[in-house]
């Protein structure tokens, strides 16, 4: 390959604060958008598995809406096409007064794709769960929101702690698509980086080992907080 | 016809023979010094990269295949190469690149020459070479006609959307720190984007190389409304790629732009793509081109 290596250029300023920076963005769009996925994620999960139907309704339609449509459609949109549609001071007021407009708009956009994908999932745990518990816990007296309180959730969380786990993980790299939108995250200083050096190759390996990095320690986290709340006998339910 | 005079025309013919022979076989002797040269005779391919909306330098045509200005210059040196490999059917291979895999796909070897809208500076020399100068432009300013705005000075807590990764994003920040201007900046990834912004009203201004703020207007649905502004911001000279480290390449392509200089060649296929131009792009040629031009045209 004729190509000049040059690792020093990524230890030059501004590069290196430049990665720093990227990094850092990347961080925050992720953990802002795991918050709102996580916590609407539950939320319609548990619409999709409630007995009222209009409920059941709402959450597959929402399911259904932002799970089936890219991702990188849905920045496109959530940027460029929402804010025309908003009465026309409420729009400029998006356009121009929103502190942070790529950031917000990215992490509101990823965060309710994600969303989506939470829901499924702990739709998925609490129906493994079957509908003996469900079925005994209303029978001993307990409303509808303390049978999810008491006996559905505290299991169905345990048992999606792995596929959350993914979630978790996807949501790091899906946030590296907010640069379409101009957030410069970890993949837009890169890519800014290789526009400026031409030195494409060391800024990708760097960002790559970042990434790495990232969801190595996010595994960690998830390992130790999955043995942390274990209860004995009950994760194994599905075992057995 | 005397028979002196005879003798004396065919003796003319045969030094013409040879030296048209001998000229284009002193390529043929150079493709063993050549790298790249050794390799398009190998696989009997040439691999041309090309850009699909630089227009109109390179950009697709309605049967998808490339055209444009650095698009024809390309393939003037193209026929050199057959040539120079002594294969007139040498196949040509497009292959699109983007402002992220040019030089990538330059270094591994995948593309043989770059045809689009590449700026010529001194950091990328040291991944690539370049040919002569065939066009030069800079940063300018495009906004909405009656904002107000004709330098960079007027952007004065006004919002410019720039390119991620120009040189035109360099060239506006390093300005607008030198003189204190207080701008706000949106980063967009690509041309259309940043047009968007300025259409929608997200932004006041897109800042960009001059001749591509033309085009994006020229392309707008209300090409009326718009206008581009300003002094050149920065100074950017576009020229084709090639491989680093095979001047027997290199000087094969500079030879041909050499050549397309002196004759006026390249100057009507200016004409061709800008004045008006298929798009009507309406740029006639600049004084510092027209000198580029004369300066560049090197004798034999």
């Given amino acids: 390959m004729n190509y000049n290596w040059n690792w020093g250029v990524l230890l030059e300023e501004p590069y290196t604060g430049w990665i720093i920076s990227g990094f850092g963005w990347t961080i925050a769009v992720s953990f802002a958008a795991w918050i709102i996925a996580f916590s609407l994620g539950s939320v319609v999960g548990i619409m ?17 809406l932002f799970r089936n449509i890219p991702l990188l459609v849905q920045m496109f949109l959530w940027y460029f096409v929402v804010p025309e549609l908003l009465p026309e ?28 994908r939470v829901a499924e999932q702990v739709r998925a745990g609490i129906e493994s769960i079957g509908a003996g518990q469900r079925s005994a816990a209303l029978a001993m007296g307990l409303t509808e929101p303390q049978v999810y309180r008491y006996v559905l959730l505290p299991v169905g969380y345990r048992i999606i702690i792995p596929p959350l786990t993914s979630e978790f993980l996807t949501i790091f790299k899906n946030s590296s698509l907010a640069l379409t939108i101009g957030v410069l995250e970890l993949t837009a200083q890169t890519r800014q980086i290789e526009e400026y050096t031409f030195q494409g190759f060391e800024a990708f390996t760097t960002a790559t080992l970042l990434y790495i990095f990232v969801t190595f320690c996010v595994m960690g986290i998830m390992r130790v907080t999955e043995s942390k709340v274990v209860v004995p006998g009950m994760i194994s339910l599905g075992a057995k | 016809m005397t028979k002196t005079t005879n003798a004396i025309w065919i003796a003319i013919a045969a030094a013409a023979t040879f030296l048209a022979f001998g000229f284009t ?39 998808g295949k490339p055209q444009g200005y650095s698009v024809d210059i390309c393939h003037k040196i193209i026929d050199e190469v057959k040539n120079a490999v002594g294969n007139p059917n040498l196949k040509i291979n497009y292959v699109p690149v983007t402002s992220q895999t040019r030089i990538a796909l330059m270094a591994n070897g995948t593309i043989d020459l ?12 040291k991944q690539v070479d370049y040919l002569p100068v065939t066009f030069i432009t800079g940063t300018k300013i495009a906004s909405k006609k009656g904002s107000g705005i004709t330098e960079i000075e007027d952007l004065q807590g006004k919002t410019v959307a720039l390119s991620l990764g120009t040189t035109n994003e360099k060239a506006i920040k390093r300005v607008a720190e030198e003189k204190g201007i207080d701008l706000k900046t949106i980063m967009v990834k690509d041309h ?8 929608s009203g997200r932004a006041d201004a897109y800042a960009s190389d001059h001749v591509l703020l033309y085009g994006l207007i020229s392309k707008s649905k209300k090409p009326e409304e718009f206008q581009v502004t300003g002094r050149f911001l920065s100074y950017d000279p576009y020229g084709i790629m090639v491989p680093r480290n095979d001047s027997t390449y290199r000087r094969l392509g500079t030879v041909v732009i050499a050549d397309m200089m002196s004759s006026g060649e390249l100057e009507a296929l200016y004409n ?29």
């Fill in chain 2, 272 to 300: 061709k793509w800008f004045n008006p131009g298929p798009t009507n792009i309406q740029m006639p040629m600049s004084d510092t081109l027209k000198t580029a031009f004369e300066v560049q045209a090197l004798p034999h």
């Fill in chain 1, 89 to 116: 001071k409420a729009g400029m007021w998006v356009k121009r007064e929103l502190p942070l407009p790529e950031f917000s708009t990215a992490v509101v956009c990823l965060g309710l794709y994600t969303a989506s």
């Fill in chain 1, 48 to 64: 999709r598995t409630t007995s009222v139907k209009s409920l059941r309704a709402i959450g597959t339609c929402y399911v259904e």
């Fill in chain 2, 114 to 125: 770059e045809c689009g809208s590449t700026t010529n500076n001194l950091t990328r020399q």
């Fill in chain 2, 192 to 199: 259309p984007q940043g047009w968007l912004a300025v259409e």
């Fill in chain 2, 25 to 63: 076989n002193a390529f043929a002797q150079d493709v063993d010094s050549s790298p790249v040269l050794k390799r398009i005779q190998e696989r009997g391919q040439i691999n041309m990269g090309h850009r699909e909306s630089s227009v109109p330098f390179s950009y697709m045509n309605d049967d």
